[in-house]
């Protein structure tokens, strides 16, 4: 459903921040207050992918938000959940459900994502390899930036929602998710490849990639909040490389983001992530959090509440 469209006022940054802080905390204690969690160490990646899956069973909930800044038109609030679970060891599932504000103009449902990970070998190698497969239908003003492909660019989003909604996209993904973890670094790269179903549309190109790392390696014999193996830091680069027609840098946007993770014993992780565009092309800034919380044998109990017959 669409909001009625604020004031053509645009309202300062600080406000604007302030009420994409309400919208995003609201939407997420509602959703997280639900779950009873297990403990988990989560990466502090918001783009890029790690090689580790969900634990067979398991059900993580995250809601994730950005807020960005436009040049050529009204800056804009976009936010998804996340449903992931684990199916078994080498398969994980997961939905994503979208929507936008953009300043005065309206607020959105823009679509939803099915995404599928399969890791390609069962034990730890220097290199781990995970196929990704993601269907996605959204609309054009989907604002979530959760991968920059092709040459996506700033201005493409400038234009108001009720233009950018008539645009419908029903897109096939594929990622190569390349990780390796050695003395508690983790670095990951992740070719990403997207078609348009529509026949007439070319293949899309694009990356991402991170290094991490806690900031304790050793486990304190004691819970606590703030012990340096609870945070996770880290950066990201990602951006787009073309199209089948037009491949390589013109016309493409790139962000260099500095990341963070805190894994409360609570269960809870909340993740940190500013991003800096690298040209012209792209937006200026993208400030996105995310919070997180995981909880075990969720799939057992859905069995239970069946009488056992999944």
Same mark, same amino acid.
């Given at each position: 459903?669409?909001?009625?469209?604020? #004031?053509?006022?645009?309202?300062?940054?600080?406000?604007? +921040?302030? %009420?994409?802080?309400?919208?995003?905390? #609201?939407?997420?204690? $509602?959703?997280?207050?639900?779950?009873?969690?297990?403990?988990?160490?989560?990466?502090? !990646?918001?783009?890029?992918?790690?090689? !580790?899956?969900?634990?067979?069973?398991? +059900?993580?909930?995250?809601y994730?938000?950005?807020?960005?800044?436009? %040049?050529?038109?009204?800056?804009?609030?976009?936010?998804?959940?996340?449903?992931?679970?684990?199916?078994?060891?080498?398969?994980?599932? @997961? =939905?994503?459900?979208?929507?936008?504000?953009? $300043?005065?103009?309206?607020?959105?449902?823009?679509?939803?994502?099915?995404?599928?990970?399969?890791?390609?070998?069962?034990?730890?190698?220097?290199?781990?390899?995970?196929?990704?497969?993601?269907?996605?239908?959204? *609309? &054009?003003?989907?604002?979530?930036?959760?991968?920059?492909?092709?040459?996506?660019?700033?201005?493409?989003?400038? @234009?108001?929602?009720?233009?950018?909604?008539?645009?419908?996209?029903?897109?096939? @993904?594929?990622?190569?998710l390349?990780?390796?973890?050695?003395? &508690?670094?983790?670095?990951?790269?992740?070719?990403?490849?997207?078609k348009? /179903?529509?026949? #007439?549309?070319?293949?899309e190109?694009?990356?991402?990639?991170g290094?991490?790392?806690?900031?304790? +390696?050793?486990?304190?014999?004691?819970r606590?909040?703030?012990?340096?193996?609870?945070?996770? =830091?880290?950066?990201?680069?990602? &951006?787009?490389?073309?199209?089948?027609?037009?491949?390589? /840098?013109?016309?493409? *946007?790139?962000?260099?983001?500095?990341?963070?993770?805190?894994?409360?014993?609570?269960?809870?992780? /909340?993740?940190?992530? #500013?991003?800096?565009?690298?040209?012209?092309?792209?937006? %200026?800034?993208?400030?996105?959090? &995310?919070?997180?919380?995981?909880?075990?044998?969720?799939?057992?109990?859905?069995?239970?509440? $069946?009488?056992?017959?999944?």
């Amino acid at each position: 459903m669409t909001a009625e469209p604020a #004031s053509n006022h645009t309202s300062p940054l600080a406000s604007r +921040l302030v %009420r994409w802080s309400c919208y995003s905390l #609201s939407l997420a204690v $509602f959703a997280l207050s639900l779950c009873a969690a297990a403990a988990a160490q989560e990466s502090p !990646y918001i783009v890029t992918y790690d090689h !580790y899956m969900e634990e067979p069973g398991n +059900l993580e909930v995250e809601y994730f938000s950005t807020f960005g800044t436009q %040049r050529g038109g009204n800056d804009f609030h976009a936010f998804w959940m996340e449903f992931e679970f684990g199916t078994t060891a080498w398969w994980t599932t @997961e =939905v994503y459900v979208d929507g936008q504000t953009t $300043f005065s103009d309206s607020t959105l449902f823009t679509g939803f994502r099915l995404e599928n990970r399969l890791r390609l070998l069962d034990r730890e190698h220097i290199v781990n390899p995970v196929l990704y497969i993601e269907y996605e239908q959204t *609309s &054009g003003a989907d604002k979530i930036l959760k991968e920059v492909e092709g040459h996506d660019v700033e201005s493409d989003f400038s @234009e108001s929602n009720g233009q950018l909604r008539k645009e419908h996209d029903h897109e096939l @993904e594929l990622k190569l998710l390349l990780s390796s973890t050695f003395k &508690g670094w983790n670095v990951a790269l992740n070719p990403i490849f997207t078609k348009n /179903l529509s026949p #007439s549309e070319p293949w899309e190109f694009a990356y991402a990639a991170g290094a991490s790392r806690p900031l304790g +390696l050793k486990a304190s014999p004691e819970r606590c909040n703030f012990c340096p193996e609870n945070f996770i =830091v880290g950066a990201e680069l990602y &951006g787009g490389l073309g199209d089948a027609r037009n491949p390589g /840098l013109p016309n493409t *946007s790139h962000y260099l983001a500095p990341v963070a993770a805190w894994n409360l014993p609570s269960d809870w992780t /909340l993740r940190l992530s #500013s991003g800096f565009g690298l040209n012209d092309h792209s937006h %200026r800034l993208l400030l996105r959090w &995310g919070i997180s919380r995981e909880f075990s044998g969720f799939g057992d109990m859905v069995r239970q509440l $069946f009488g056992g017959r999944m």
